[in-house]
């Protein structure tokens, strides 16, 4: 796999040059005033319970713990946006985790001290368990001006929350939660590619997600990452691929919309995404953050995380500074997971047309049927979606799970090379 994806870098930043991580003491803040309607993650990594198979920075509730990291998360907020001479307009606001919702009675006065610093033009997403789908959180939720909500359903059928270490989801009770407080997109997130699961397993899953009150379903590939303690296996390449085609095709006869590898819609409008942005400002443990020439990682452990903090430092723990074309690669891929890219907009990134960029990889695309380019807009073809999700399986296992797993262990590294 590290070959793979080596020779892939190598290949399209046409240098041997690896992407490079430094580290970062934390005294300098990011140049986000140079940064163009940023989108905004907030990252809370506590959990009632911790899940083998998951692989994000998350930790054990406790409230003593819990109350000191809320307290240090907004002062970074302050310490990062505080020069900021006006408010400045970003996309949107993200809260992921571990279980945000855990956090639904402080998440309010996070809110407020974010819009001092910035205008949120495009909604506000929150994660939830299924255990905080209830109509007490979902109104704090709601009064605290968050429009949009994503459910960790995994699977509705007990079988799989069985293998997965999980307690059975009571889709009765989710369904009269949210028929009590609406919500603009009711997100719900399902695995697939688990063993012996079929094409029919994921269609129950959907019909009941969206008779529940799902506006939006995000069916994501099972990963096993070196880290992980799950038993559970990653299924076969070829099966794989059946399985998406078939699902992807089920959502088709529904009228669904894709609007990413993973994501599907009832209408346009119902949308859920942190990833899909141009630029983002990460807070929390964890967290990253992505400029117009710079990437930004903080660290992991919330006490190393507080502890910086508190010591008046910004907890970033690796820094990378990109080459120009390491960011455009960066740009394509993560604009290519939501399977349309308008090419005018590399453009105005970058000042240079896509095509002259990369012109002999985007036709060689095409002859290969994984790529329609129809006027302005670049599309994956169903093909060009599952190979994109095959390569971005190797990407995340050997670039994320490195990263991840060094870490986890080592609060601040002297750097790494990916």
Known sequence: MGLLTTATRMYLTRSFKPFTFIADDGRKNPAIEETERPGLYVH?????????????CKVQFDQTVFDRYIDALKQE????????????????????GGTPALAADRLGEIIELLKKYYIITDGIGVELHPHDVNTETLQ?????????????IQSFQEKFQTLLGRETVDAGKIKNALSQVGFETVSMDFIFALPGQQTADLKADIDTAFASGANHVAIYPFINFSFTPTPVQAMKKQEKRRLLDEITGYFETLGCHRDSIWTFARSKEH??????????????????????????INTFPVEAYCRRIEAGRLPITLRCDFSRRQRMIYWLFWRAYTTRVKISDFERCFGIPLKKVFGVELKLAEIA????????????????????????GFYTLSYIDRMWGLLRHQPFPSGMTL
């Open 44 to 56: 809370i990594p506590f959990c009632r319970s911790i899940c083998n198979f998951c692989p994000y």
């Open 77 to 96: 907020i302050v310490m990062v946006s505080g020069g900021l001479p006006v408010p400045k307009e970003t996309t949107s606001l993200y809260f992921g």
């Open 140 to 152: 704090k939720l709601k009064n605290a001006g968050v429009s949009r909500i994503s459910i960790g």
């Open 271 to 296: 949308k859920y995404s942190s990833m899909t942005r141009d630029n983002f400002i990460g807070f929390g443990c964890s967290a990253t953050t992505l400029l117009k020439d710079q990437f930004r």
């Open 369 to 392: 049927g994984m790529i329609i380019i129809r006027g302005d807009c670049l599309e994956l073809t169903a093909k060009g979606a599952f190979y994109f999700h095959y390569y971005e």
